[in-house]
């Protein structure tokens, strides 16, 4: 077999891999980078222009692992896609927001880059896509060659991949996984060992606080912080991501709510996609692995974000939560411009939910906070700000810390085991701590373009 990674290989970037298999050319998601912006967001196709491409298994519909497949459709128009029922639905409706805002930024002037596709794009790929349920065998050359999804615990529709060759070798690629439950969706439910080659995630391989918290006690240690501002007075902000994020938090905020760990009559304001997404979780219920199947994230009482000004200063002057995407505030999103309102003010606060990266906005204030900083500029417009408001951080991560992903990787008992979607760092802790869980195993960390054969 032959491995080759197309997206950017020390860093988390654009989630892309080439196998070749059995006489098949197969791609493994078709991410595209979040922090860059035009072609060079995109995963690097040059090191397989001239190979096959025959079938593509998109494992959820993060951005970084989906935003490539229309420039990936325009170079093998017949390679077939496939991806969960959930995955289908969430992806349809990302990759558009994603055509308008590419639009939008480039039309006033934000961006250099025209957008990398439009709707007309977009029509052609939804012509690929196939539906597949977790754990349906997908004959992809005959006997020769199959495979199947199975439920990687990181998101609605999200699954990892297990492929079959004709001498029985095994290939499970776990894209991003977690094995413990989160509160709307439960944990991993991973293929049976032996597998000979492990193809794995290493988000938070360089995290040694993720691994310390117990959820549990993460949770109590949330509903008291926001319970403090919230009896203040206060505005809390919370920044998330639309998919995901979003939802596991506002089921979070519910249970807090009908626990009275929070007051019930709290204002809990959403607004955007997140909102659309959140009826997509409520529709796919009964038919994707959940914890409580009759929980519905409308269930928990949410109002619009006000758009005025003069309605934004009427709620931030009461108690309220604000559950407001981007979840790194990258500039101009809602809680970049709601963050810059909190900020100078003691009694309310900004709560981080999510992973953020030290560069972008997010990261920056957390570190700025952290280290006692006396301000921030988040806003040229409003210049150097003092940070007044509390800033915390609090660990609810849809990926399995590094001590779940050496665990998982001993169960599965690898021949080899090939770490991508990581940084350098977490690559290099997990290289070597897998040694020793996985003494027998080869562990193997390419460059972006890298052939590999095993
Ligand atoms: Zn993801
Ligand atoms: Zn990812």
Known sequence: MDFISLGRANDIGASCHYLEVSGSGVILDAGADPNEEGPASLPDFSPIEHRNVEHVFITHAHHDHIGGIPALNAKWPRARLHLTPATRTLTTLMLYASARLQRRKYDEGSSAFRALFDEGDLEDVFDVLHAREYDEWIDLRGEHLRAKFYYSGHLLGSAGVLLTTADQRRICYTSDTRT??????????????????????????????????????????????????????????????????????????????????????????????????????????????????????????????????????????????????????????????????????????????????????????????????????????????????????????????????????????????????????AKRWLKENLQEHCPEARILTPAQGERITV
């Open 180 to 425: 413990e439950a989160q509160t709307i969706i439960p944990g991993a439910k991973y293929p049976s060992a032996p597998i000979d080659v492990l193809i794995m995630e290493s988000t938070l391989g360089a995290d040694p606080i993720a691994e310390t918290i117990t959820r549990a006690e993460e949770e109590v240690r949330f509903s008291q912080r926001l319970a403090a501002v919230l009896d203040r007075g206060g505005t809390v902000l919370l920044p998330v991501f639309m998919l995901g994020r979003a939802q596991e938090i506002l089921a979070l905020l519910g249970r807090f709510k009908m626990q009275n760990l929070i007051d019930p009559a709290t204002p809990i304001y959403t607004a955007g996609g997140l909102r659309e997404v959140s009826r997509i979780y409520d529709d796919y219920r009964f038919s994707s692995p959940r914890i409580d199947p009759d929980f519905e994230v409308y269930s928990v009482e949410q109002k619009r974000f006000p758009w005025t000004r003069k309605a934004r200063n009427r709620v931030m002057n009461q108690p309220g939560i604000h559950v407001l995407t981007s979840g790194m505030m990258i500039e101009r999103t809602l809680s970049h411009q709601v963050a810059v309102d909190l900020l100078e003010h003691e009694k309310h606060a900004i709560f981080f939910v999510g992973f953020s990266k030290d560069d972008l906005p997010a990261g920056k204030l957390l570190h700025a906070a952290q280290s006692g900083a006396e301000g921030i500029l988040l806003n040229p417009d409003r210049g150097m700000q003092p940070i007044g408001c509390e800033v915390d951080r609090f660990r609810f991560s849809g990926h399995a810390h590094r001590q779940e992903l050496t665990e998982l990787a001993a169960k599965l008992q690898p021949t080899t085991i090939i770490l991508v979607h990581g940084e350098t760092e």
